[in-house]
């Protein structure tokens, strides 16, 4: 079974400009969460979706959203993109038949100029 | 809220050596225990888990006992290899809500032949 992907793997952006960023979850898996990873904060949880809802978010602002289609792929977004916004994203997604143990993805590694 | 507090790194062992990385968690309900492994440029991989107090998760020769009592998650090992070498996470998915991980800020582990 194919595990988590997530893509692109690297990026670069300036200031003030916005990404998306794409993760599949292995299949079969409903449920998709999204983390932020940095030397400072270490791993912070973002939101998750199930069945193309959010269901729980983080304390992160607006600027950070999320959605997910009816294939269960998601996608996150970030908008007017800040210096303090580079990090590891990471992605993880959850099946009933695996309890409650989170899958992860190899994350998107974010640098913002 | 939710924390989980970690050993400070970085730990460094030499081949055979034996490891303890401390974990210890703040949570409510009846929190499931994990400890994840991260190798360099890559994503998060899930080494073992808990469920319930006394459980002992292991997986290629590490182990961790959930201990209720002390609540803590401690991870060990015999005899590491130098391809043990890898950033170590304990977290918590508590409150019954098992959408997200609280992480400790990790332990890097050194592994010198």
């Known amino acids: 079974k194919a595990g988590v992907t997530q893509t692109p793997r690297y990026l670069i952006k300036t200031r003030g400009q916005q990404v998306t960023l794409s993760c599949s979850p292995i299949?079969?898996?409903?449920?998709v969460s999204w983390y932020q990873q940095t030397p400072g904060q270490g791993l912070q949880f973002l939101f998750e979706?199930?069945?193309?809802?959010?269901?729980n978010k983080g304390n992160f602002p607006g600027r950070f959203s999320g959605r997910q289609f009816s294939n269960s792929r998601s996608e996150m977004n970030v908008s007017t993109l800040e210096l303090g916004d580079s990090a590891l994203y990471l992605c993880?997604?959850?099946?009933?038949?695996?309890?409650?143990?989170?899958?992860f993805g190899p994350g998107t590694r974010l640098l913002v100029l | 809220g939710d924390s989980v507090t970690q050993m400070e790194g970085p730990v460094t062992l030499s081949e055979e050596a034996f490891l303890t990385i401390n974990c210890t968690y703040t949570a409510t309900g009846y929190p499931s225990l994990f400890w994840y492994v991260q190798y360099p440029g890559e994503g998060l991989q899930l080494l073992l888990k808990a469920t319930k107090a006394d459980d002992k998760g292991s997986n290629k020769g590490f182990e961790a006992t959930y201990r209720k009592e002390t609540t803590s998650f401690h991870l060990e090992k015999g005899s590491v290899q130098v391809s043990d070498s890898a950033v170590y996470f304990c977290a918590t998915n508590s409150g019954g809500s098992n959408y997200k991980l609280t992480f400790g800020k990790g332990t890097l582990l050194t592994v010198n032949p």
């Open positions: 979706y199930f069945s193309e809802t959010q269901r």
């Open positions: 993880a997604s959850k099946g009933r038949a695996g309890g409650e143990t989170q899958y």
């Open positions: 299949s079969g898996h409903r449920s």
